[in-house]
């Protein structure tokens, strides 16, 4: 089992590119996640999903966008990279009901230069 | 103030000590995780917690619902659990927003030789 696999691990960007941050789950779940973590902070929700054609934002939702045509895949966008954005992002995938747990990809290592 | 405060932010033992990291939170909760982030990354679940106690291996999570509260414990600690550790909640309200989890900053492990 593939469990959650995000694509690229690793990325340099200059400000004002954009990019596509990838994430797809084999598990059927309903429910998925994009984080940030930055140094010394805890993750931040950035956007999630309930399920195909649903999203909504996080607590810090600014300068990204999502979107969600699959159950499979949950795909995160940089419109115009900031240097504020350099931060590790993780996708994370739940069954959503009840208390279950969340599984998350191995992130991606973004830095805007 | 932030809603899940983690206590020590490092902590370090020497192989074969019984280890206390403590998670404190300020919202009413249907539930709480404890995950752990290994050095390459990647993160993972290890307990979900609504009440009482939970028993993995030498770990061992505790909730005191009342006191706001939970300990993750780990006994005859090894090196190979050296890692962040991370406390998050997943608030009353979590029902009508995704089941979304408030993360504590975590509390970095070093268990030497």
């Known amino acids: 089992n593939a469990g959650v696999t995000q694509t690229p691990k690793f990325r340099i960007l200059k400000i004002g590119q954009s990019m596509t941050l990838q994430c797809a789950q084999d598990m059927n779940h309903n429910y998925m996640y994009w984080y940030r973590q930055d140094p010394g902070m805890g993750l931040k929700l950035i956007y999630y999903?309930?399920?195909?054609?649903?999203?909504d934002k996080g607590e810090v939702p600014n300068g990204y966008n999502v979107s969600r045509s699959t159950t499979e895949d949950f795909p995160l966008r940089l419109e115009l990279a900031a240097p504020s954005q350099t931060s590790v992002y993780f996708c994370?995938?739940?069954?959503?009901?009840?208390?279950?747990?969340?599984?998350f990809g191995d992130g991606t290592r973004l830095s805007i230069l | 103030k932030n809603e899940v405060e983690q206590s020590p932010q490092n902590l370090t033992a020497q192989e074969g000590e019984f280890i206390t990291i403590n998670c404190s939170y300020s919202?009413?909760?249907?539930?709480l995780h404890w995950l752990q982030q290994h050095p390459g990354g990647g993160i993972v679940s290890l307990f979900m917690?609504?009440?009482g106690k939970k028993k993995h291996g030498r770990l061992i999570a505790t909730i005191n619902i009342q006191e706001k509260h939970s300990s993750l414990h780990i006994t005859a600690s090894h090196p190979r659990d050296s890692a962040v550790y991370i406390c998050?909640?997943?608030?009353?309200?979590?029902?009508?927003?995704?089941?979304?989890?408030?993360f504590g900053e975590g509390t970095q492990l070093t268990v030497n030789p």
């Open positions: 998050a909640v997943r608030a009353m309200s979590g029902e009508t927003s995704g089941s979304r989890l408030t």
């Open positions: 917690l609504s009440s």
């Open positions: 999903s309930v399920g195909a054609g649903i999203t």
């Open positions: 919202v009413g909760i249907s539930a």
């Open positions: 994370a995938s739940g069954k959503g009901k009840g208390n279950q747990p969340q599984h």
